[in-house]
């Protein structure tokens, strides 16, 4: 089984790129709609989430997204505390989309990985034996590195991030400021040991796709 992580900084497009690999029915597994299932779903994660950024910072489907992000983006030892609470559990979850039976259902159906749940389905005789796990801060996570046989870099110029984020309705300045707080997460040489492969997505979706199958022919 090979495993490969897609990252990219924000509005690069790597949830585009794990779109048109389940259009190719690859298994691609979303770690930000993970974590939100997660959010949702989990006893354990929510208790401690409570713990940390007060009872306010839960809602019936999940967390208080707005809340959170005004903490650890006024306090980076905020941010560093929500990742060590979060990532061990999405951590275990990637670990059950890699390894649960292809030919199984057990990935969309299993208790510890929901967010499976929408990834292709690879079923095909002609698809090789490759998972996919998509997800922005990978240099923030090092167990989940150290799954990885290689990291696709998804980049794109800053200017393009911003107005798609903008598009998406964020404003400006909140666009910005995400950008900047993920500035750097996904240079190349934070994976050392780790095949690299980029992706320009600077163009249209003729241009992405085209690296996309390229890079698929060689795996």
Known sequence: MLKIGITGSIGAGKSFVGELLRERNFQVLDA???????YRDCVELRAEMAAFFGEACLTPTGVNSALIADRIFADASAREK???????????AVDVFFNAD???????????????????NATN???????????ALFSRAPSLVEMLDEIWIVDAPESARLQRLVARGLSENDAAR????????CAPELFLGKRIRTIANDGG????????????EVL
């Open 125 to 135: 005789a002609g698809v090789k034996s490759v998972r996919f796990v998509e997800a």
């Open 82 to 92: 929500l990742e060590k609470i979060v990532y061990p559990y999405l951590t275990r």
């Open 178 to 185: 995400r950008i900047e707080n993920q500035r750097g997460a």
């Open 102 to 120: 292809a030919n199984a259902t057990g990935v969309a159906n299993s208790a510890d990985a929901k967010g499976a749940a929408g990834a292709g």
């Open 32 to 38: 930000d709609r993970m974590v939100h299932e997660l």
């Open 205 to 216: 979706r003729s241009q992405v796709e085209s690296q996309l199958d390229e890079l698929l």
